[in-house]
């Protein structure tokens, strides 16, 4: 193997919500003030723009998100039936003219896709890819003490991706001001080569730019602070730079004592360097980083900071449901909170750079990344994809994810691609190999951690694979031949960088529980699945190529030299709903719906990789008089489960082997209560109830925070239940909801769950429930105030929530 998989620590950012913490001092939100001129006919011409009227915008913005659901739209369903486009955004500002001498740059974190950015009339540059990050220098064009202009044309050209990519301007966008001596764009790098717990050894990278056309004498001062904001060290570097001349300088130094970063412990520390010339200071520049130690093993997995840890990990694309692809920070907080509640340690950021802020949540609560880049490379997935651009743009977009995401400490892996057509063909064609060395040499030539791609071919001949150039071998699904590992590739370490596939709806059983689905696609005349598109939230549907949770679990808690599998996916998401045709158009896949709620699934990872007392049973209890029903139970920390249906014993279970939950079969369902009893050695560990519930009597809505920020960002997820008279969910409930704000704030989205509902996400107003829940996401404004939410249907009882906003 080609690497040393020791070592490594990393830095990485965190983030406020309207700071960033890199080049604290310089940089600002760029984000008001914008302007759109829309076309979404399917014509991407720029030219139809000229009819179309401006109309303001907030930045991040998801154009394709407020359009209706169209089963004609060339992304397909796959793409969740929502429209591209074409559209130019604009912006006007001010440059204070005391700012002229100073470095102005303009940062965009991601424009899906194709980006064409002027200012003041003056072209700077092109970016096809939609999920990189880049900069552009605006100094030569800028009109100090004067108006200023700022255009940007997008062309999202479907299809162009498997799954829902958002249209626009989705993530954040910088200005920022330097001096004439700076740290370059993503110009530091931190490494800790040794780590232990008496002492890390620290080196720092950084790149230092000499903006004028003359030499200059620097000074470069970095003070590492701790995440208790003690000062622990100080390093200092003098040199000379030439005109012009962008040069990299090493210092180093020891670390006595670190708090390492850790899953439970994520410590950060900061390193704050700032650029003197003649002791004036030119440039501030922020890196957070952490400080752990880490190692692949050919047969014991995966080990952080010396300790064996298995990765149970989930693939999540991009999008945050209801909201579109438009980043929020406290909407990727809470998908990575609930996240965490199940169990689940590690992110794959399929099949794309993420947005940084995402990063700085996973640097910040403790997860194991694995940071992907491409989802094809030459060859093609989709007529307008990627692959129009590989030649050009591959070297510079692999480059600048290294660069950005390297010194986050939470990024472990990066992959190079995923599902890859170029690692087909054996020897009769073998053009994927001089590609995967390329992109393993750029990686390597920046940083030391493994790669990895996630091959669904992972034989032997496996174009890829065969280079030797992977830190690991990365295996999508076939689990079958996971045992066998080790003989098809003798000496490698192995990451199961995608699994499982399970189809579920939430709330929707189908029976008997055992008999398993296995369902792909659909042609025109027959969908894959059911009548009524749903899949079942027993463990007993996947697709073909995948597993149910149990089947890959079972593995992966067998063989310790699977050091950690990534899951398709944690939450549902927009595009893909495998198995069914339009009107489907988002995924099953998610062991959390698309509005945040937690399908079946999620206990079962909740109760083997948590420290809660779980005990969960399902399916809900309103059935047809003696439906013949099956009951399942997840649970920890108990010997064994008994179960009563209105006070009467249906017998006590056990999990025996490798088994993962108990069920009792064909139970003649009778109105009333499911009652489990998990005991430890005779004693009650946890009781759970199910009743019978009747008709839908009241609504009650719960907020996730009842107060929130006046940022204009934040926000309160409000989580709407049908109810009977007894405080029953009504487990089929879809009532229609109608929802009203009063306060400064707005309803940003509103969502159920349902991955067949219609209903256009610009309606903020009404919105069937989905199986007794409903979900409504309120946007904080810049404003203090007191907000009340109510939410009615015809013949319930109203439910009010109230957030303070301050
Ligand atoms: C995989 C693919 C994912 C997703 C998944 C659905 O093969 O890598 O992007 O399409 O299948 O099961």
Known sequence: MKKSLQLLSAAGLLLGSLMTARAQSTRVLFDNDWQIQLDTANQYEASRLASKPWQKVQLPHDWSIEQPFDEYSPSTNGGASLRGGTAMYKKEFTVPAADKGKHLFIDFDGVYMNSTVWVNGHELGTRPNGYISFQYELTPYLNFGGKNEIKVLVHNHQPNSRWYSGSGIYRNVWLEKKGDIYVDNYGTYITTPKVSTQQASLQLQTKVKNALNKTAAVEVKTVIFDDDKRVVKILTDKFSLQPGELLERTTKADIPAPKLWSLETPHLYKAVTEVYQGGKKEDTYTTNFGIRSFHFDREKGFFLNGQSVKIVGVCMHHDLGALGSAINYRAMERQLEILKEMGINGIRTSHNPPAPEWLELCDKMGFIVMDEAFDMWKEKKNDFDYHLYWDQWHYKDLVDQVLRDRNHPSVFVWSIGNEIPEQWGGQKDTSGRSIARELNRIVDSLDNRPTTAALNHPQKDNNIAITGTLGLIGVNYHHQGWAKLPEEFPGQTFILTETVSSLQSRGEYLMPSDSIRRWAGFTKKKNGGTPDYICSAYENSSAPWGSTHEESLKLLLKYPFLSGMYIWTGFDYLGEPTPYPFPARSSYFGIVDLAGFPKDAFYLYQSLFTDKDVLHIFPHWNWKPDQKIDIWAYYNHADEVE?????????????????????????????????????????????????????????????????????????????IQVEDQNGNLVPDADNELHFSLSGDAQIA???????????????????KAYNGLGLAIIKAHEQKSTVTLTVTSPGLTPATVQIEIK
Do not use: M
Request: avoid cysteine; charged fraction near 25%.
């Open 749 to 767: 989205a509103l969502d159920n769950g349902n991955e067949t509902d219609l209903t256009p996400y610009s309606n903020k107003e009404s919105r």
């Open 643 to 719: 179960l009563q249906l209105n006070g009467k014993s249906l017998g006590i279970r056990k999990k025996t082997g490798d088994q993962l939950h108990v069920q009792w079969d064909s139970i003649a369902f009778t109105p009333g209560t499911l009652k489990a009893i998990s005991r430890k050695n005779g004693k009650i560990v946890k009781v759970t109830e199910i009743h019978t519930a009747g008709k839908a009597y009241k609504l009650v809505a719960t907020a996730d925070r009842s107060t929130i920020k006046n940022d204009g960002q934040d926000l309160a997820f409000v989580k």
